[in-house]
């Protein structure tokens, strides 16, 4: 038995999870902020929108930034492996 060949098949047949995990966070961070922008500024208004970024409480804009990096660091490497790929 040939069992490089059938590491090669199952190599071959792996999808690069990376970049649609990436946009994946990407969006959920765009939804949260979008949700609380409505929800707070309807009720608090804009200033209190912005202070949740800047105070020392862990909120969910916070947590959505935090996403937005994850995600940007899945996307560049997501990138980088299918970039690697096509090459060689």
């Keep these: 038995m040939d069992f490089d060949k059938i ?3 199952i ?3 792996r999808k690069e999870w990376m970049f ?3 946009i994946l966070f990407i969006v959920m ?3 949260i902020l979008v949700r609380n922008l409505v929800l707070i500024t309807t009720e608090f208004g ?3 929108f912005i202070v949740n970024f800047f105070n020392s409480e862990i909120t969910n804009e916070k947590f ?3 996403m937005y990096a ?3 660091i899945l996307v560049y ?3 980088k492996k299918r970039l690697e790929e096509s090459i060689g």
């Design 7 to 9: 590491d090669k098949k």
């Design 11 to 13: 190599r071959d047949r």
């Design 20 to 22: 649609p995990l990436g």
């Design 29 to 31: 961070a765009t939804i």
């Design 46 to 48: 804009f200033e209190f």
């Design 64 to 66: 959505a930034i935090i």
């Design 70 to 72: 994850i995600g940007l």
């Design 77 to 79: 490497f997501g990138r």
